[in-house]
């Protein structure tokens, strides 16, 4: 077989553009961390990347809608606390007034209830990032309205219901809210209050039955603040598990994605001294000519 001149420069160029071909995609190695910066890389490699990457991102999101839904239920806890304070403190102004108060006195005591009454009401109103965390569905509207006059509590009649479902897991929901009529039983609650002030308003002394009302709300407000901090003990065990979970994903994603440092640099060390070989053979064979053959 016969070796012209023309076979040996294509020879020399093509293993040369190789070389360089090699260095480009190892210094790009190096310079990203990555092994596999396109599909022709490594097609299985490739493929196994984009599947574990999905999921490392669906679960990124979950992990968001967790830590999204423990503040809401944290917030929602620590207003059904402070709901609790200002029912204790009805529950003290009524034994008060029981208990050996002046019967000229109950008026001032009413006025003090109708001041729990506001702080009872506003609370229950809180918002949340923007948002009235008992208002159901509806949380750009406030749940519960007290009248200018103070005589009544309305829920809102476009609805205080309804529940909010953040995506935790794959195929499982949990809802991150309670309403307006779970937590205060719609506005039954401040009713009561409003029927207590009322009375002794007109001068009349609370009864046992009262103060018992009163304490069947904190008790039932107690047991709802329970709930929220069990799903937000829920939540946690969520949370610790999608970050375990992650841990292990993004192990797997390295062991196809991430590149052997060590070895591209070895790689890219020897790839450039065999285009430096490759470079010095041809600029001793490209020169010559026929002439060079004949002296």
């Known amino acids: 077989m016969r070796v012209t001149e023309n076979n040996i420069v294509s020879s020399l160029l093509l293993n040369i553009n190789s070389s360089r071909e090699q260095i480009t995609k190892l210094q790009s190695q190096l310079a990203s961390g990555k092994r596999v910066l396109k599909p022709s890389d490594d097609p299985q490699a490739a493929d196994s990347i984009l599947r574990l990457q ?10 968001k809608n967790v830590a999204d839904g423990q503040a809401v239920l944290a917030e929602t806890s620590t207003v059904l606390d402070g709901f609790m304070s200002i029912m204790q403190d009805v529950k003290s102004e009524l034994i008060n007034a029981s208990n050996g108060s002046r019967q000229e006195a109950l008026p001032v005591q009413a006025n ?7 702080q009872a009401v506003e609370i229950a109103n809180t918002k949340f990032n923007g948002k ?4 159901g569905t509806n949380t750009l509207e406030a749940p519960f309205v007290l009248a200018a006059d103070h005589s009544t509590v309305t829920a809102n009649p476009n609805g205080i219901t309804g529940s909010i479902n953040y995506d935790v897991a794959e195929g499982s929901t949990q809802t991150v809210n309670m309403d307006g009529q779970e937590a205060f039983q719609g506005a039954q609650f401040f009713t009561t209050v409003i029927q207590l002030r009322d009375k002794l308003a007109s001068s009349q002394f609370p009864a046992i039955g009262d103060v018992e009302s009163v304490t069947a709300i904190i008790d039932y407000v107690l047991g709802k603040a329970s709930k929220a901090g069990s799903i937000s003990q829920g939540m946690d ?9 992650q841990t292990q994903l993004r192990g797997l994603l390295s062991i196809d994605q991430d590149a052997d440092v060590a070895q591209a640099a070895l790689q890219l060390k020897q790839n450039e001294l065999m285009l430096d070989a490759a470079l010095n053979t041809g600029a001793r064979i490209l020169p010559k000519s026929l002439l060079d053959f004949l002296r």
């Open 112 to 118: 003090r209830l109708d001041q729990l009454l506001t």
């Open 132 to 135: 009235y965390i008992f208002a």
């Open 54 to 63: 999905a999921v490392i991102d669906r679960n990124e999101q979950y992990l």
């Open 237 to 245: 065990a969520m949370q610790i598990h999608l970050d375990e979970q």
